[in-house]
């Protein structure tokens, strides 16, 4: 069964720092592309960032900059690094698998984490 | 940036009817369109992409049509486990989602 399992989030002041994370089982995570999605309370979906299997990178202009994806395929695990957190960050955090294995960006989601929330408050 | 918007923001709909959900594209995006449905608490579902082509076990109830700025998600009779809210995105030029349409119980 495919699995992705996020970790990470929790209550963090502007301008903090917080790492998310998220692990995958059931498949062969290197094959795969794999993307950040953020849904903020009560709103819809925003797309933030994408990796390919071969660590191509791209970032939504929202969080360039202050957002850095990585992976680790020896640990099945996905990564992003939030910088320079603003209120308007706060979210629910899905790690989102893209279908097409071998895209060059991102095209669409077939599997998703439960999410991770993140609320960024003082 | 493409914007997709999704008509109507609220559908109320009786078990059994059927469902016809709109999302409009700001320029082309060619058939580069996928829906999610998403239930309170729960991640998306990718139900259709390509605009037509149904992800591995959705219902043959849920169908997609349409390209370039106007598409369509139809349920053909609403079930109860149906009730969500839907989300169209396109994949044309980077990636963004519509604002979603809650489909409920009339």
């Known amino acids: 069964e495919v699995q992705l399992v996020e970790s990470g989030g929790g209550l963090v002041q502007p301008g903090g720092s917080l790492r998310l994370s998220c692990v995958a089982s059931?498949?062969?995570?290197?094959?795969?592309?794999m993307n950040w999605v953020r849904q903020a309370p009560g709103k819809g979906l925003e797309w933030l960032s994408f990796i390919s299997n071969s660590g191509t990178i791209f970032y939504a202009d929202s969080v360039k900059g202050r957002f850095t994806i990585s992976r680790d395929n020896a640990k099945n695990s996905l990564y992003l690094q939030m910088d320079s957190l603003r209120a308007e960050d706060t979210a629910v955090y899905y790690c989102?698998?893209?279908?097409?294995?071998?895209?060059?960006?991102?095209?669409?989601?077939?599997?998703w984490g439960q999410g991770t929330l993140v609320t960024v408050s003082s | 940036e493409i914007v997709l918007m999704q008509s109507p923001a609220t559908l109320s709909v009786s078990p059994g009817e059927r469902a016809t959900l709109s999302c409009r594209a700001s320029q082309s995006v060619s058939s580069n369109v996928a829906w999610y449905q998403q239930k309170p608490g729960q991640a998306p579902r990718l139900l259709i992409h390509g605009a037509f082509t149904r992800a591995t076990g959705i219902p043959d109830r849920f169908s997609g049509s349409g390209s370039g700025t106007e598409f369509t998600l139809t349920i053909s009779s609403l079930q109860s486990e149906d009730f969500a809210v839907y989300y169209c995105q396109q994949y044309h030029q980077w990636l963004t989602f519509g604002g979603g349409t809650k489909v409920e119980i009339k």
């Open positions: 989102a698998r893209d279908l097409l294995v071998g895209a060059t960006a991102p095209y669409y989601f077939d599997q």
């Open positions: 059931g498949f062969t995570f290197s094959y795969y592309e």
